[in-house]
């Protein structure tokens, strides 16, 4: 099973600009699909952003614009980058990542997750 961790989360500004990274380890990332999920406080873990194993992406509505999910399979790793941030996306940020046909991306669909990273956006 690969093993997951997530790093560059931390504070910034509204409007600012943060790149998470999920690196992998145990196996090669580039067969799987990578999600970014989020979850903030007392509320449940939603679905951001999904890379496929083919470069193929996916976000929610609410960061379409604003976010992009790459990988570079050299360095065994997936990045979130965020843009125009602002106090909502603050937020505990976990990558998961699943070898099989992602169909809702809801959390059930990915069976491997990193520990989170914190992010948080002040006014």
């Known amino acids: 099973q690969v093993q997951l961790v997530e790093s560059g989360g931390g504070l910034v500004q509204a409007g600012g600009s943060l790149r998470l990274s999920c690196t992998a380890s145990?196996?090669?990332?580039?067969?799987?699909?990578v999600g970014w999920f989020r979850q903030a406080p007392g509320k449940e873990r939603e679905f951001v952003a999904c890379?496929?194993?083919?470069?193929?992406?996916y976000y929610v509505d609410s960061v379409k614009v604003r976010f992009t999910v790459s990988r570079d399979n050299a360095k065994n790793t997936v990045y979130l980058q965020m843009n125009s941030l602002t106090p909502a996306d603050t937020a505990v940020y976990y990558c998961?990542?699943?070898?099989?046909?992602?169909?809702?991306?809801?959390?059930?669909?990915?069976?491997?997750w990193g520990q989170g990273t914190q992010l948080t956006v002040s006014s």
């Open positions: 890379i496929n194993w083919n470069g193929s992406t």
């Open positions: 145990g196996r090669t990332l580039s067969s799987y699909a």
């Open positions: 998961a990542a699943t070898l099989l046909l992602v169909r809702s991306y809801a959390p059930e669909d990915f069976g491997s």
